[in-house]
């Protein structure tokens, strides 16, 4: 007889008797509500064929309707001289994955065990059947969550000791498919560290967190399981979005970004119009984000994640700051997501509002130290604690403070515990903690030993990224590029500001500077002009750069968990103020060749003029200094840190660009580590500073070598700049990609 099939986990139940599933705990008689009778094979391939084709394609053997799903995403194969089933990635662009391991692209694929493994395809996770049966429907996954034992400490800032603030020991927590669940108590109780370490965005340093029997979280660490991203949404308690966009422009460029590459513009827009329909805010499409309500920019986040139809959501206080009215709506709102029998999602929420909290099905209240001393019904919870509101739970679960150090003590005490221990104690022995804390357990025979985690990053043959990496590469450097540049334009006092900058310089060189700089009559100013013209460049790049990076902490982190990658994100920065930085050094040469008369034929030869010369030395001067300001603004915390180091850095372009402190060989040494140095070279062989200083002074004048007439002087110095913005480059994206 075949066993039934979980479809939680999608296993078969190895004990009927025992009347749950003990691969993910879920009852038997709780499977009716999360899939409905007579469909225990859903989400099965069946085996019957041999090669199937799986992808949003019409024609596909299996056919996914998922924007994250490519048109021809994978495909099964029977490969009788392996001996048995492979998966091959046809190169999509949210990957194909077998447990915690992502299938490599190319032909070679991966093997595969029907009898134990899961696949994930974006939302779909399915296990193989053999046999004739007639094809099933294919569903997303029902998502369970479980965290067993999450304990996190910090350190006090004043005692130095470690302090607790999560413990789920005495109560571990297990959230199944179809819940709205709430997650409240007062400030400082651990409810958004409860949601991060469930998240992996802070992991709790011991216990673990399974998603549907698997543990993605343990012991601090969190398993790069990329599959993720199309099934976990997170809206944290900010906005992070950019505010210069439209609604609409920030839900395509975030569609471009997380979803499927393949997808046409009217498909892209009709699930775009789809999630801004649900969220209401489809008649404000079209306006600027900044000029929304609080209540519309937080359905404005909430919207960007559901755009993937995600099958966990967690929100952190999504109603902070809006009218009860609004409260009202948006929990009413989640409460319908998570609850559609069609459809039924995860959600989770953390909340201070509690007079809609009846919407939740269960609420997780939490006490000083991060402990859950109630978990059930919000009605219950009132007869639970003896109260008539819930303000006064407040109150009661507050007047507990956290306990010296440990988890709550169970032995007897003649005194009564004056600490949360008393709330948590008294939580266990209740039949609230049996009924859904103890029935709700995910069965260690249900959970997927950490032993077959693996970590989910491609295995490429060779050194060079394979053909989907690079196509993801290309594609998220487009969009990003498109977008920072639309953000920059439509800021347009900063915008007219970095236009005029380079004007600015000029200018201030037009009044100071004599017609006949480079000249032997005036030419004692050249080098002098010429240093203000390196140091501008120098300067620009990094007062351009430094705040770029830095003031999007918070989108940058949405975005990496939609499979955003540092590198395009740092080169589209570096792209749209390097072509801004172009129109800079442009007017500011324009004006200065006007006035200063440079010669007409530089370095390189008569199809070189010096003008041209310069313009390639200032811009990748410019370059170089964008490249330091984007690796400062990468590795601050903050924009004000960022800003006063940069300070020190255009001091140090300004000291040691070779023109100060001859006669000290720190100073000399120090010059070879500022790119401003390299760019006054460059810009003084042009024109051949020599000889014209020479013929201005005569004998008197000792050639400098720093200025040597050569073509390859000038392009070694080239070469040097160059290597400066590539190496800062580089260091920028180490240091983006290494954020959490």
Not at 200 to 219: D, K
Not at 455 to 483: H, I, K, M, N, Y
């Amino acid at each position: 007889m075949t066993l039934p099939v979980c479809p939680n986990c999608w296993r078969q139940v190895v004990d009927t008797e025992a009347q749950f599933c003990h691969y993910c705990g879920i009852r038997l008689d709780q499977w009716s509500s999360l899939i409905g009778e007579g469909q225990p094979d859903d989400n099965a391939i069946v085996l019957n064929q041999a090669s199937i084709a799986i992808g949003r394609d019409p024609s596909s053997d299996i056919r996914l309707d998922h924007p994250a799903v490519s048109m021809h995403h994978a495909r099964l194969e029977w490969r009788p001289e392996a001996g048995g089933w492979h998966i091959v990635d046809e190169a999509s662009a949210r990957g194909t994955f077998v447990n915690y391991r992502q299938v490599p692209h190319g032909i070679q694929g991966m093997p595969i065990d029907p009898a134990v493994d899961t696949i994930w395809i974006a939302p779909y996770a399915f296990h193989l059947l053999a046999g004739d049966r007639s094809q099933p429907r294919f569903e997303p996954a029902r998502m369970r969550l479980d965290a067993m034992g999450l304990v996190r400490t910090v350190k006090d800032e004043k005692t130095r000791q470690d302090v607790t603030i999560l413990n789920l020991e005495p109560t571990p927590l297990s959230f199944h498919p179809g819940e709205f669940i709430a997650l409240v108590g007062g400030s400082g109780t651990g409810k958004s560290t409860l949601m991060k370490a469930l998240l992996g965005l802070s992991p709790a340093q011991h216990g673990t967190v399974y998603v549907s029997g698997r543990p993605l979280i343990e012991g601090g660490r969190a398993q790069r399981f990329e599959a993720m991203h199309a099934i976990v949404g997170y809206v944290p308690q900010e906005d992070i979005v950019h505010r210069e966009l439209t609604a609409w422009e920030a839900m395509e460029y975030t569609a471009r970004v997380r979803l499927s590459p393949d997808l046409g513009a009217e498909e892209r827009s009709a699930y775009i119009q789809r999630t801004l329909q649900t969220v209401e805010l489809w008649p404000h499409r079209n306006t600027l984000i900044r000029k929304l309500s609080g209540g519309q920019r937080k359905r404005v986040n909430i919207a960007l994640e559901l755009l993937a139809e995600p099958r966990l959501l967690f929100l952190d206080e999504p109603t902070s700051g809006l009218d009860p009215g609004l409260d009202l709506s948006i929990m009413e709102l989640l409460r319908q997501w998570a609850t559609d029998p069609s459809d039924p999602r995860t959600i989770i929420v953390v909340t201070h509002a509690t007079e809609n909290v009846t919407n939740c099905k269960y609420v997780a209240f939490m006490g000083a130290g991060g402990y859950v001393v109630y978990f059930g019904p919000p009605d219950a919870a009132l007869a639970y604690f003896g109260v008539q509101r819930f303000a006064e739970i407040y109150r009661l679960v507050g007047s507990f403070p956290a306990p010296n150090g440990g988890s709550p003590s169970r032995e007897a005490t003649a005194e009564p515990v004056s600490d949360v221990s008393e709330l948590v104690n008294r939580f266990e022995d209740s039949q609230d903690y049996f009924q859904y804390i103890q029935a709700r357990q995910l069965t260690e025979s249900g959970a997927t030993p950490t032993a077959q985690a693996e970590d989910s990053a491609p295995r490429c043959s060779g050194f060079g990224l394979s053909r989907a990496e690079r196509a993801r590469f290309w594609r998220q450097l487009q969009v990003l590029t498109a977008r920072y540049w639309k953000l920059i334009r439509r800021d347009r006092t900063n915008f007219i500001t970095l236009l005029f900058q380079g004007l600015l310089v000029a200018g201030l060189l037009w009044a100071v500077a004599a017609p006949d700089t480079f000249q032997p009559k005036g030419a004692e100013n050249a080098q002098t002009v010429l240093f203000i013209m390196a140091c501008a460049a120098a300067w620009l790049g990094i007062l351009n750069g430094t705040k770029e990076i830095v003031k999007e902490h918070d989108i940058y982190t949405r975005e990496r968990r939609y499979g955003l990658t540092a590198f395009p994100y740092v080169l589209s920065k570096l792209v749209v103020l390097a072509s801004l930085g172009a129109v800079q050094i442009g007017s500011l040469l324009l004006i200065v060749s006007y006035r200063l008369s440079p010669p007409h034929q530089g370095v390189l030869g008569a199809w070189s003029p010096a003008w041209l010369e310069w313009f390639i030395t200032l811009e990748l001067t410019l370059v170089a200094g964008l490249s330091l300001g984007l690796f400062l603004s990468a590795s601050t915390a903050s924009l004000d840190a960022a800003t006063a180091i940069m300070f020190v850095l255009l001091l140090i372009q300004v000291m040691f660009a070779g023109i100060f402190f001859p006669d000290a060989p720190w100073a000399d040494i120090l010059s070879t580590l500022t790119f401003s140095r390299w760019g006054l070279e460059a810009a003084g062989t042009s024109p051949n500073l020599n000889d014209l200083m020479t013929r201005a002074i005569g004998s008197a004048y000792q050639a400098d070598a720093a200025y040597t007439f050569s073509a390859l002087h000038l392009i070694v110095r080239w070469a040097i700049l160059g290597g400066f913005g590539i190496l800062l480059t580089a260091l920028a994206t180490f240091r983006q990609a290494r954020k959490r």
